[in-house]
């Protein structure tokens, strides 16, 4: 079974410029939104160190800077890549659609 699986319809694909990030609220979930390179990217948007929010920070490829303390993860696979941050960002896998940005929820 896999009834523990949910997919959440995040914002259509056009709402996302290619190379920027946007914060998206649904379903009680506080998401940022990538666009690089024609590809979609979904994190949680608090940063793991504190109150920063990765759709105000600086995004470099596939590099999101918080701007807060100037932390960094990649949006990728969530991992810290400069410090302060020491804990891992969460990611969702991106489901494949042509026109919304749809993830996994387990
Ligand atoms: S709150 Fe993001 S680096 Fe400190």
Request: net charge negative; proline share 4%.
């Amino acid at each position: 079974m896999t009834g523990s699986i949910e997919v959440l319809t995040v914002c259509r694909k056009d709402e996302v410029a290619e190379g920027s990030v946007i914060q998206v609220q649904k379903d009680g979930l506080d998401l940022a939104v990538y666009c690089v390179e024609s590809v979609f990217y979904v994190t949680d948007n608090l940063c793991t160190h504190g109150p920063g929010y990765m759709n105000e920070g600086y995004l470099d490829g596939h590099v999101i800077e918080c701007d807060f303390h100037n932390g960094a993860f990649d949006i990728r696979t969530g991992e810290v890549v400069s410090p302060p941050c020491m804990v891992p960002l969460k990611t969702y896998a991106v489901l494949d659609d042509a026109a919304e940005v749809k993830i996994a929820i387990s």
